[in-house]
């Protein structure tokens, strides 16, 4: 009996001083991870900012050239990583490709640059991703870790480039599960997801890099009225399901067009190009590029955004991914978010600021499959009140566009069964 007991107790020993060592391994190559993707990541968007922000606007109309030229240099060197292409990225840094090169990398993140800095409705989020994948690949060839280790650090990597364009250290971590990694939340993989977003997110603050913050105050008071406020929340979440499924097929639509062969890629950029610069001469050029002041003013009560906004913006975006721009998903579904909770909230005469958050934060969920994430996000950018409304929304915005995906659906069925046949065992 004392043999057993022994036993027993010398195992339970031995299984706290493996999981402390892993513990003590993983935080250590986390950290490497978080503050070098934090460092990397955060100096680009200081850069690109920087540059658009001293840009002349005559070089907007330089557009189709650079979509052209673009899509003509990604279609013959890394087809694979047209328009958005993170999952790309990271389906190749997992499966040690050797088709995952600096010249490759290099070209794409000079690509979205590229795009960005003429006027391109896309993202800055796509590059820090791929910045992260492809720096935490970079590690796991350094300490030589095993195929299980190596999906391991590039979530962390992932999860790091994220939290520096989020600013949500907590979201960054289970977005890059959620959305890329077939929703598949491990604690494994997790712990050192954080610690590497959190890095990333204390670097970010070094390098003073911008990114969107503004509390929402609610005041949460148990009434009846509170019942008429979910009641309204339940309708949001349908409307803005509703709009993620329309990204959704727009943004694969987008897929679609930069891979295909039918039109010549330095012809497709220019007419694309054209045609944005023709919409931008008559609606505005408020949908070019980020859109980050446009996201802003959607918080405020003052400014009414109508129903063609999101709508406008999502034709933008199509038109630049499929003409050959290069770029991410994510901030241009903000502005689409962010205006159609405003242009909702004027229609049912509800508070502005609240509706817009959870419009942020919803069509990201309906679009990305992530309403984990995409509360959390709401919770760390605008309250842990705006979360309360955001669950209901982001999950019914998940529900409503059919669980389909901006990202590539047959990329990341590839992506989930590596991590499948490796997380595991």
Known sequence: MYKKMLRHIGQNLFDLYR????ILKWSFLSLLVGAGVGFCVGTALNILETSINARDPILVGFLPFILALSGYLLHRFFKEASADGTEEIIRAAIYADKRL????????QSATFATLFFGGSAGKEAPSAQIGAYLSSLGAKIFNLSPKERIIIIVAGTSAGFAVVFGSPIAAGFFALEALFAGRIL??????SFIASFVAYWIMHILHVEFIYHPVAV???????????????VVAGIFFGLIAYIVILAMNGANTMAMSQRIHPLLKGVLGGGIILLLAAFVG???LGLGLESIEAAFLDEVHFSWADPVLKTLFTFLTLGSGGSGGFVTPIFFIGATSGNFFAHLIDAKVSLFAALGFVSVLSGATNSPIASTILA????GIEVAHFAAVTATISYLVSSKKSVFAPQIIEVIEIKFKRHINS
């Open 19 to 22: 999981a402390s060592g892993d």
């Open 101 to 108: 090169n600096l010249f490759r990398f290099l070209l794409k």
């Open 187 to 192: 604690y494994q993989v997790l712990v050192p």
């Open 219 to 233: 005041g949460l008071i148990p009434s009846f009225w509170e019942i008429v406020n979910i009641s309204k929340t």
């Open 285 to 287: 050029d408020r949908y």
């Open 379 to 382: 919770a760390e950018l605008f």
